[in-house]
């Protein structure tokens, strides 16, 4: 081995010194690049989400796409800086990107579905929303391109699928400032139902966080087992509509004790009808129990 390289031409090793050397520079030039390109990413990431007038719902997906974006070009940039021909990595990531498409259709639907929901936004952060066929509620807390991260009542994260909610409608229930109550209340059919109806209707009236337009209405809705189902609509502002419930749902019993109306205890009436020849079967059986008593066996 040591002849070998005894035999190698002065000339040879420059030429060799100064491949290295090239390669050694394009390296440490694709470093330096790649790095960059991750510094500047992260900080225009930041920069993006302390954007105030970006909108709350916008902010993610803008904040990714920057992201992604600069370091798509930095990565570009250190595959330059190594010799390898721009087009030939178009063409590359253009057959990878079939392949993983076709691989990936799902992910695809997600990234479809996100786009959409940016795009018509039927529903912004902050808003409370029933989707995904009736599965799925909660307050949307973020919208990325493949999930939307849901915060349910009882403090629990959630993250569903965007293609879950643009596939199934979507009940947005913070969209409209305003929200109806419906209340059923039963009462016996033995009281007063017009008493009744009126003191459900003075006590919604009376409650200031019930909108005096649409007036509050009470109106008999069915009849059920010894009871009378009545219905309470009021309407309310959305901020406050859980605190009209739970206090109207707490104070009907007094409005309906002031009144002299009861809540039903519920009753049914069975009436046992025996017909003919069910009596002369009961009649024929109980003379044979009396013969039987008169002569015991022997």
């Known amino acids: 081995m040591q002849s070998l390289l005894v035999h190698v031409h002065p000339s040879n090793w420059s030429f060799l010194w100064d491949a290295l050397s090239a390669l050694a520079l394009r390296l440490c ?13 992260r900080r225009v990431g930041k920069w993006l989400s302390g954007q105030s007038g970006i909108d709350p719902t916008l902010r993610p997906i803008v904040r990714d796409c920057a992201l ?14 190594l010799g390898i021909q721009t087009a030939s990595i178009v063409a590359v990531l253009g057959a990878a990107g079939l392949a993983i498409g076709l691989a990936l259709q799902g992910t695809l639907q997600n ?5 959409m929901l940016l795009l018509l936004r039927p529903f912004k952060v902050g808003d409370y929303i029933d989707g995904g066929g009736g599965n799925v509620a909660g307050t949307v807390e973020e919208v990325n391109l493949f999930t939307t991260r849901l915060t349910k009542p009882d403090g629990i994260c959630e993250y569903v699928p965007n293609s879950a909610l643009w596939s199934n409608s979507i009940r947005n229930f ?4 305003t929200r109806r109550l419906d209340l059923e209340v039963e009462v016996s059919v033995r009281d007063d139902v017009n008493r009744a109806i009126e003191a459900l209707r003075a006590l919604a009236a009376a409650d200031p966080r019930v909108l005096a337009a649409p007036a509050p209405q009470v109106m008999v809705t069915r009849f059920d087992d010894s009871t009378v189902v009545l219905n309470i609509r009021a309407w309310s502002n959305i901020d406050t509509f859980w605190d009209m419930r739970w206090a109207l749902s707490r104070q009907v019993r007094q409005a309906l004790a002031d009144a002299h109306c009861a809540l039903p205890l519920r ?5 046992i009808v025996q017909t003919g020849g069910a009596q002369t079967e009961a009649q024929t059986q ?10 015991p066996a022997r």
Do not use: C, F, K, Y
């Open 29 to 41: 030039a694709a470093a330096v690049i790649l790095w960059a390109g991750w510094w500047i990413s």
């Open 68 to 81: 992604w974006g600069v370091r798509l070009v930095a990565i570009v940039g250190a595959l330059s800086q």
């Open 111 to 115: 990234i479809a579905a996100g786009i």
């Open 174 to 177: 913070s969209r409209n400032p």
């Open 267 to 271: 009753t049914r009436e069975l009436h």
């Open 286 to 295: 109980n003379d044979s129990t009396q013969g039987a008593t008169q002569h």
